[in-house]
């Protein structure tokens, strides 16, 4: 069977009449393994069935950064502050309230992400500030690290 890259290029691969369970195994390895290198090239259409053709096209997706979403939240401390608190204090209904309310377009999974956390060392944030002992980590989860108010226990 023949696998053409390009015009310059055909990938060969010859397999005999019959094979034993174990070289099948590696003959099915070595396919997936060229699929995930194959699977990044458009297919073309080709009037030989024995050959794959791929195109010279690739496809990329290239992401686009917003940027406005964190220099607003850079510009504004105070925003930045009641964001954390809402985060971490109130419930995810609030917290979309809150996004809506100021036009910022991310989701809670963007607030562990590494500019949330240049943010937070930018605007030197405390845990104090949004009512916590410290902040959360892998170790350490947000139910054990809030301040407890002294009207709960009553």
Not at 139 to 149: F, G, M
């Amino acid at each position: 069977m023949k696998i053409r890259l390009n015009d310059d290029e055909v990938y060969e691969i010859k397999l005999p009449d019959e094979i034993e369970i174990v070289e099948f195994n590696g003959l099915v390895e070595k396919f997936n393994f060229l699929l995930k290198n194959f699977q990044r090239f458009n297919m073309g259409m080709n009037t030989n069935p024995n050959e794959i053709v791929l195109t010279r096209e690739v496809t990329t997706q290239r992401k686009f950064h917003d940027k406005a979403k964190w220099r607003f939240l850079k510009e504004n401390r105070e925003k930045f502050v009641e964001l954390f608190d809402i985060y971490y204090n109130k419930s995810n209904k609030e917290f979309k309230e809150f996004l809506i309310a100021n036009n910022i377009d991310f989701s809670r999974g963007d607030m562990s992400s590494g500019t949330m956390i240049r943010l937070k060392e930018f605007h030197s944030l405390k845990p104090i500030e949004v009512k916590l002992i410290k902040f959360p980590n892998k170790r350490e989860q947000i139910n054990h690290l809030r301040i407890r108010d002294n009207t709960q226990n009553e």
